[in-house]
């Protein structure tokens, strides 16, 4: 069985910066995907940003580039999601992911988090 739990979310004011982290067990994390999505509430959820088992490979959302960085570490099998110049459409639900496919807005994931709530005041 594979989890991920994931950490980091609060309260921030706009302009702020958090990072979420998301620990992974349960299957060989360097071989895998990893992925952040998001969903504010009345809306779907969407695709943030995505990582390669190698670190090499990253995708972005439009909305959060040149904000938002992924990263990896594998030795710790943990997935990191560093969120600078927040703003209050940044609130939502972001969920840790997991899966085979790296791609601009992956939408297919194997395994999933149960969310860290992120929540910006202006």
């Known amino acids: 069985q594979v989890q991920l739990v994931e950490s980091g979310g609060g309260l921030v004011q706009a302009g702020g910066s958090l990072r979420l982290s998301c620990a992974v067990s349960?299957?060989?994390?360097?071989?895998?995907?990893m992925g952040w999505l998001r969903q504010a509430p009345g809306k779907e959820r969407e695709f943030v940003a995505s990582?390669?088992?190698?670190?090499?490979?990253?995708y972005y959302a439009d909305s959060v580039k040149g904000r938002f960085t992924i990263s990896r570490d594998n030795a710790k099998n943990t997935v990191y999601l560093q969120m600078k110049g927040l703003k209050p459409e940044d609130t939502a639900l972001y969920y840790c992911?997991?899966?085979?496919?790296?791609?601009?807005?992956?939408?297919?994931?194997?395994?999933w988090g149960q969310g860290t709530q992120v929540t910006v005041s202006s």
């Open positions: 992911a997991a899966g085979s496919l790296n791609g601009p807005n992956q939408e297919v994931w194997d395994f």
């Open positions: 349960g299957r060989p994390f360097s071989s895998v995907v």
């Open positions: 990582i390669s088992w190698s670190g090499i490979s990253t």
